[in-house]
């Protein structure tokens, strides 16, 4: 079977196809390789695919432009499709609104259409976010909660994904699952993330801000979990027989929580990088940041009863990999 990966010199789409081609699946994996965060990180994490793995090929293209979209997957019949690609980051949302429509709304609908119009997509999973809970206080957050509340346009562009996915598997019975993943980590991980940032500070003996005055709780899931849901929900086809599923949908469309399905500390997580670091950090209290809520905490019954799925990896284990994978990565050790 052939797999296409949007986003595939992303941190999870880099570990979902290093995870199909281990398997010995065939993998097209797509990106635009934008400058949100570093370009030389995303080439490095194709390279690192390309030099370990046959059977993947590389389309550098910006799935948000339909022709070249269509243009590029010509000769390709992917029977699966993981669009894990977008405009990711709940801040920079504030700050560049346009980027995240572009991405996240005409790069859905494109993703949409090329997979109902072709005559060999049999299951499309796509990336939806924890973010869609918005200021929810329910925890943990269940797919049954309400999501019409988002406090950030990151948020409000996954749940319109979510929407636009209900309609087509409507109308199309394109079989689709939607994921709403929480706060992933581990290595080859996203520079704009808390754990970089802070594990970066303290090795270079700067201060980190430590936002909401340090009362915050994350469902931190490792990067290895978090990709075992996604195959999971790649090798089972959500069914199109008018019964409910996950999320509410009678279409063949489901939505799951994918998280560790434990809430921890943010002190906690930043003790365990001075440990695996060495080193104590200077911690300066900051408010809440704008879009940013309190505590996420993930209720993964319905992926767990439907599929199995079981996360394995607490934050204990996760975050001195990630340490270990960054400083190796950057030659400190």
Same mark, same amino acid.
């Given at each position: ?26 993998? *097209? ?21 390309? #030099? ?37 980051? *709940? #801040? ?53 909660? #309400? *999501? ?128 695996? *670091? ?54 400190? #050790?």
């Amino acid at each position: 079977m052939t797999y296409l990966v949007t986003g595939a010199a992303g941190f999870i789409g880099y570990h979902l196809s290093d995870r199909l081609l281990s398997r010995g699946e065939t993998v *097209v994996g797509i990106d635009n390789v934008n400058d949100y965060y570093s370009t030389k990180l995303k080439r490095d994490r194709i390279a690192d695919l390309q #030099r370990r793995h046959n059977g993947f090929t590389f389309l550098e293209v910006d799935f948000a432009d339909q022709d070249a979209l269509t243009e590029a997957l010509k000769g390709h019949k992917p029977t699966h499709v993981a669009h894990l690609g977008a405009q990711a980051g *709940v #801040r920079y949302s504030i700050e560049n609104p346009h980027a995240y429509v572009q991405s996240n709304l005409v790069g859905h609908i494109n993703l949409l259409e090329y997979c109902r119009h072709s005559d060999s997509v049999e299951n499309l999973v796509y990336a939806s976010s924890s973010s869609v809970y918005g200021s929810n206080t329910n925890l943990p957050f269940s797919v049954d909660d #309400r *999501v019409d509340r988002p406090i950030s346009l990151y948020a409000a562009t996954k749940k319109a994904d979510e929407l636009m996915s209900e309609t087509y598997s409507h109308l199309y019975r394109l079989p689709q699952t939607g994921l709403r993943f929480f706060t992933v980590y581990g290595p080859w991980g996203r520079p704009d993330m808390a754990m970089w940032l802070f594990t970066k500070a303290i090795l270079e003996g700067r201060p980190i801000n430590v936002f909401g005055e340090g009362n915050m709780q994350r469902d931190f899931t490792y990067i290895d979990d978090i990709v075992s849901g996604v195959v999971a929900c790649l090798d089972n086809t959500p069914p199109d027989d008018g019964q409910p599923k996950a999320g509410g949908s009678v279409n063949p469309h489901r939505l799951y929580n994918i998280g560790n399905h434990r809430s921890e500390e943010l002190g906690h997580m930043i003790s365990l990088i001075e440990k695996a *670091v060495g080193k104590e950090a200077e911690k300066i209290m900051m408010p809440m940041q704008p879009g940013d809520v309190r505590a996420t905490y993930a209720d993964i019954d319905a992926i767990s009863g439907d599929l199995g799925y079981e996360p394995t990896t607490t934050i204990d284990e996760g975050v001195p990999r990630f340490v270990d994978w960054y400083m190796r990565y950057h030659g400190l #050790r």
